[in-house]
């Protein structure tokens, strides 16, 4: 089993910054590829980053392609979500993801834990 715990969110003006921070707990966090996803109220969960177990390979949604940065600290058992230049259409609770999958995962159907979720709400 693997817990995680997001923060970080909160409310910022259009052009703003904040950076989501996902603690692991329980087992090996090392062992897992990480992922953030968001979802906007009424709509469904979307894929916005990857890291790879060794934090040497990020992929993201073309959306947020520039503007976010993904990383990880394994001896903390931390995955971070560094956003930049936010837009109001980035508004949305953001969720990080654990899964045991090998390769490039997007898919919210291959990750195998789950955060609770924190809000990020862009005013314009």
């Known amino acids: 089993q693997v817990q995680l715990v997001e923060s970080g969110g909160g409310l910022v003006q259009a052009g703003g910054s904040l950076r989501l921070s996902c603690v692991a707990s329980g087992r090996t966090f090392s062992s897992y590829a990480m992922g953030w996803f968001r979802q906007a109220p009424g709509k469904e969960r979307l894929f916005v980053a990857f890291?790879?177990?060794?934090?040497?390979?990020?992929y993201y949604a073309d959306s947020v392609k520039g503007r976010f940065t993904i990383s990880r600290d394994n001896a903390k058992k931390t995955v971070y979500l560094q956003m930049n230049s936010l837009k109001p259409e980035d508004t949305a609770v953001y969720y990080c993801?654990?899964?045991?999958?090998?390769?490039?995962?997007?898919?919210?159907?291959?990750?195998?834990?789950w955060g609770q979720g924190t809000q990020v709400t862009v005013s314009s």
């Open positions: 890291i790879n177990r060794s934090g040497g390979n990020t």
């Open positions: 993801a654990a899964s045991s999958r090998a390769g490039v995962v997007a898919g919210p159907f291959e990750y195998d834990y």
